[in-house]
């Protein structure tokens, strides 16, 4: 069928107002927050905004007739590719579908459709005495949709758990158009287990249209220390023995000396400008409970080298200790034009080494890395500043970055905490898996999208799943027609 013909049928499904088609409109989908460099930037046929379930499955149904890709989108906050469509198709934007459906505060519950955003949803409920505790740094933004997709994780996540722990169930659209529902509001519900596949799926099983989230009470009481090192090290260790002394943090939160000359100028937090690195840590629960802790923080952090542990004692400035951390890349501009965010995770006992290893790759490449990240999961952000546009620069980055994957994985990490595999990271996977490994997870991308048409290109290898063979293929004989313009 031709371009204009399968134009006209999407606008038949989901109105003239929904669907985008010209290079102008198109272009900006071309990203996502990703770099470019390490994923490749790609356009789509057409974005369609649908605003139901049912106009969903009628447009996946066209896509599966006319061999088309579809790549699943939500903010396009993702870091590692997953919304750019790089084979080409329909991008299905679910911005639209943004409404908190539902609050049960007696089942602590919401229903919620894919486009709400993560803040918002916890700024809803907040009057019910309840968050969403997955927090992403990138919460302001980001949806439902792409945290249940990238099983996406925050600060607070060290004590809540990540997004898989918040998911109750999914109504969502099959790879063959049917709307099914997983999961559901009974515990222990027998069968498969469904949601927990589809979470962190990155948009290659199904599109989610509607969540179950288990809504979290909000603490009696919280406590926000800022604690300032003169070493990352000697914050590492202060790390360690906190966790070791079996406080389970709220969110443990590490910065080091260049994040802090970047954030501290913008926005004040309080950090001091000469630390080496400062730990963020909230405890929360009953009042008592965080009475008894915040002194014995107070009293390892000293004992492991603190030059300054600060309780911030109001709402405001709580407030403002956070914002220095969940802002601070969009400080980074103020070091260098651009910035490669790394999500690689550590066992914790191996973070100070890690650091050191961070250091070495910063100097045998002469990149300045700044360090800012979930110190209590050990799951690290090394932050690669440089310019593109200076001869070389990327690929040095690059190269320092698989440096510092290849050492995490060797030291038992994995490739990504939180920020998902995509494009971006497709080429590692076979470090950390085997063929098997590998083969077994195609396995169930085979069976729930035989046709390989849901997000080609991403999170696998090349050549595991039989349907990416397939949907390559479509591509390369669309292209040879000029049938679909990539
Ligand atoms: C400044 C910054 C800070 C960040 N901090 C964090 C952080 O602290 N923790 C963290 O985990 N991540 C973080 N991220 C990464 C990103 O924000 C998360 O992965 C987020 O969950 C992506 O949501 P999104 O709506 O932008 O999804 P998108 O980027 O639009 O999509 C991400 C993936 O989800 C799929 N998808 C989207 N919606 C659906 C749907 N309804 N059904 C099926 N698949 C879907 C897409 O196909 C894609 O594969 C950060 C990003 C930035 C730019």
């Known amino acids: 069928m031709s371009r204009n013909r399968i134009i006209g049928e999407l606008i038949a499904i989901a109105g003239a107002d929904s669907v985008f088609h010209e290079p102008s409109d198109l272009i900006v989908y071309e990203y996502d927050g990703s770099v470019d460099g390490a994923v490749e930037t790609a356009r ?16 996946v149904k066209l896509a599966n007739r006319e061999k088309l890709p579809i790549t699943p989108r939500g903010a396009g906050t993702g870091l590692s590719g997953g ?54 740094s990138s919460q302001r933004a980001c949806t439902i949709g792409g945290n249940v997709a990238e099983n996406s994780g925050g600060p607070h996540c060290l004590k809540y758990g990540v997004t898989t722990n918040h998911i109750l169930g999914l109504e969502m659209v099959l790879p063959d158009g049917r709307i099914v529902w997983v999961g559901g509001r009974a515990p222990g519900l027998s069968g498969y287990d469904l949601t927990a596949a589809m979470v962190g799926s990155e948009g290659l099983l199904g599109i989610v249209t509607k969540a179950l989230v288990r809504l979290t009470p909000l603490p009696e009481a919280i406590s926000v220390q800022l604690a300032a090192f003169p070493t990352m090290e000697a914050a590492s260790v202060a790390v360690s023995r906190i966790i070791g002394a079996g406080i389970i943090p709220a969110a443990l939160e590490m910065m080091d000396q260049l994040a802090i000359q970047a954030v501290e100028p913008v926005y004040h937090a309080g950090y001091p400008m000469d630390a080496g690195a400062v730990l963020l840590i909230e405890v929360d629960g009953l009042r008592e409970d965080v009475d008894d802790t915040v002194p014995e923080i107070t009293r390892i952090c000293t004992e492991s080298g603190a030059t300054t542990v600060r309780n911030a004692r109001t709402k405001v400035e709580r407030d403002l200790l956070w914002k220095g951390r969940k802002m601070a890349i969009a400080a980074m501009g103020r070091l260098a034009p651009a910035y490669y965010l790394h999500d690689t995770v550590v066992p914790r006992t191996k973070l100070p080494a890690t650091l050191k290893h961070v250091e070495a790759v910063s100097r045998e490449y002469k990149l300045p890395i700044a360090n800012m990240f979930h110190a209590g999961d ?33 030291v038992g990490g994995a490739l990504s905490g939180e920020h998902g595999i995509g494009t971006e990271k497709r080429g590692y996977m076979e470090l950390v898996f085997t063929g098997e490994d590998l083969a077994a997870m195609a396995g169930l991308k085979n069976a729930f999208d035989p046709g390989g048409l849901f997000n080609p290109e991403k999170l696998f290898p090349k050549g595991y799943v039989c349907g990416e063979v397939r949907a390559l293929r479509a591509k390369a004989i669309a292209q040879k027609h000029g049938i679909y313009p990539m």
């Open 378 to 410: 050990g799951n690290l952000h090394p932050l690669m500043l440089f310019d593109r546009h200076k001869k070389g620069d990327v690929e040095r980055v690059l190269h320092a970055s698989k440096d510092l994957l290849t050492y995490c994985i060797e």
């Open 44 to 59: 789509p046929v057409a974005v369609v905004l649908p605003r139901n379930a049912q106009q969903i499955s009628e447009l």
């Open 83 to 136: 919304a750019v469509s790089q084979a080409g198709g329909i991008v299905i934007g679910l911005s639209r579908m943004n409404e908190i459906i539902e609050v049960d505060p007696i089942d602590r519950t919401a229903l919620v459709e894919p486009g709400v955003i993560n803040l918002e949803l916890s700024e809803f409920t907040t009057p019910y005495g309840f968050s969403f505790a997955p927090d992403p």
